[in-house]
């Protein structure tokens, strides 16, 4: 990562674009770890991340996630899924949070040097150059490795410097010890439930991802309009 060690730097993760990537390169991401990893490299001055939730549910799997960002350093920017049936029958839910980043974005700008955008959407191109005629530099955060890239050619192009998701893989991904104490914390919380609730919450940020497919993150090929 090229970052200068006095330089405010402002961190806005797309999340469902973020975790379809991760999951796509076969890893999922600490979220202590990226902070800290950020917070070594330059003066981090915050961290968004955003994503819809689908309201009517009993239990929403992305909760835990959200919760724990929430009190672990992260400002989070949700808002409604909007459900819709498609021509099929299907239920689908759609829940796109391009404007509020990018309104974020623009405000922040006069306070820091530098944006990281975690996403891969080529919505984003003429956001980034919008900055950077503010002067701040900004670095895009995706990966071309997945089948297809996840990220769009015209963001990679636009951004100052693009930094390969995979290539951060060793500083920001949970390792398997965390992840097999999780799950099976996650287990034993639905034996001691007695079965009582429909659904039981994830034990770990992480784990809460592993059932969120109301938004479409599994085909990445959407985030290249």
Known sequence: MKFYQQ???????????LYSAARSLGFEIDYRRLLESFRKESQLVRAFYYTALVEDQEYSPLRPLIDWLDYNGFTMVTKPAKEYTDAMGRRKVKGNMDIELAIDVM?????????????????????????????????VVSSTRTQPPMVADELRRQADTFIELQELMPKIMRDQAARDQSRSAGVHATLRSGQNQGNVAPSSPAHAMDDFDEIDTADPRKHLR
């Not at 700008?109 to 530099?137: N, T």
Request: zero cysteines.
């Open 7 to 17: 330089e405010r730097v402002a961190l806005f993760i797309d999340g469902a674009n």
């Open 107 to 139: 405000e922040m700008a006069p306070h820091i040097d530098h944006v990281v955008l975690f996403s891969g959407d080529g919505d984003f191109r003429r956001l980034v150059e919008a900055v950077q005629r503010k002067g701040v530099r900004v670095s």
